[in-house]
């Protein structure tokens, strides 16, 4: 079995393909690793797939998988797990800025010291100022909210037993958040490495601002359906009763007014009349409607099979 799948999303990266596939198998090579290099063409416009063809040649190590176009970091990790065969599986970014040098620590801290997953820690960064301060709020909300204490979610450079890869799926814009969802399926051993950040050698970086907002909306998300996937009435039950709980007792208040007023004589406003009648109202029917769409969630949640949602146009040396 093979000891180590290096796991390379790819995005228009043509220029520092060949000299880390040939830094990442040094690497292998001096500690006697056996491994594969498994690059995943995400839509790639440049000539990246081509690059990936040529070195796959040279090299039987070096796997590649083709998507038809662009599905973003997530489906690529998730199409490499899929393919990956060595115990520990290693992620990189194809941008050079992560260095494979950290290859052999990390493959110990998961082999010799019992880790499920290692995360990488870029304590040093070759970044600008308007990317490092984002970084380190998301981090710090992001540990606040999962409970679990890395200082770097983003980084690229993380390391895994093949058992986790295989028993999670990655999707959306989840990759930030692989040790979370470990440590949902049962891995809750999760390390962390200080590790060396290298500076952008070849093109501009593919990531925008927008991946901070991204990132928190997909933390929502991926907390609401660890804890409600299987469950979904549990959420909507509650808020559907205390809506419908509210409304009731408000109509009953209004009532009650209405009636103890006439009985004394008093002049009593209609109930139509007044603003707490249709705040009732809207209480009852949201009630219902939550009700209704806690129900739908249940039937949903208990046929559904989640299929990938990439498409892969060609794959090279895989011979499993």
């Not at 290692?118 to 990317?131: A, F, N």
């Not at 981090?139 to 450079?157: E, P």
């Not at 009636?259 to 007044?274: A, H, P, S």
Request: hydrophobic share 40%.
């Amino acid at each position: 079995m093979l000891q180590i799948s290096a796991v390379v999303p790819v995005f228009n990266e043509e220029e520092s393909l060949s000299e880390l596939t040939q830094w990442i198998s040094r690497v292998m090579n001096d500690h006697g690793f056996s491994y594969e290099i498994i690059l995943v063409n995400d839509g790639s416009t440049d000539d990246s797939w081509a690059e990936i063809s040529r070195l796959s040649e040279d090299n039987g190590n070096i796997k590649g998988i083709n998507f038809t176009r662009n599905y973003g970091k997530s489906a690529a990790l998730d199409a490499g797990f899929k393919k990956a065969q060595g115990k520990v599986v290693i992620t990189l970014d194809a941008d050079l800025q992560d260095s494979p040098d950290e290859i052999p620590e990390l493959y110990h801290m998961i082999h010799e010291q019992g880790y499920d997953v290692v995360s990488g820690w870029k304590k040093e960064r070759h970044d600008p100022i308007t990317k490092t301060i984002p970084s380190r709020f998301f981090n710090a909300v992001t540990r606040w909210i999962s409970g679990i204490k890395l200082h770097d979610f983003n980084c690229g450079l993380k390391a895994y037993k093949l058992k986790v890869v295989k028993n999670i799926q990655v999707y959306g814009e989840m990759h930030r958040y692989i040790p979370l969802l470990a440590k949902w399926n049962g891995f809750g051993k999760i390390g962390e490495k200080v590790v060396q950040h290298q500076a952008r050698k070849y093109g501009v970086s593919k990531f925008g601002i927008e991946r901070f907002l991204n990132g928190f909306l997909d933390l929502i998300s991926v907390s609401f359906v660890h804890r409600y996937k299987k469950k979904p009435m549990h959420f909507f039950g509650l808020l559907g009763t205390l809506s419908f709980v509210s409304g009731f007792l408000i109509t009953c208040w209004l009532i009650f007014q209405k009636i103890y007023g006439l009985k004394k004589g008093l002049e009593v406003r209609e109930i139509v009349d007044q603003p707490l009648f249709f705040l009732a109202l809207v209480a009852l029917i949201i009630g219902v409607q939550l009700f209704v769409t806690g129900f739908i969630a249940e039937l949903m949640t208990s046929n559904q099979s989640k299929e990938s949602e990439y498409k892969i146009d060609e794959e090279i040396n895989f011979d499993y």
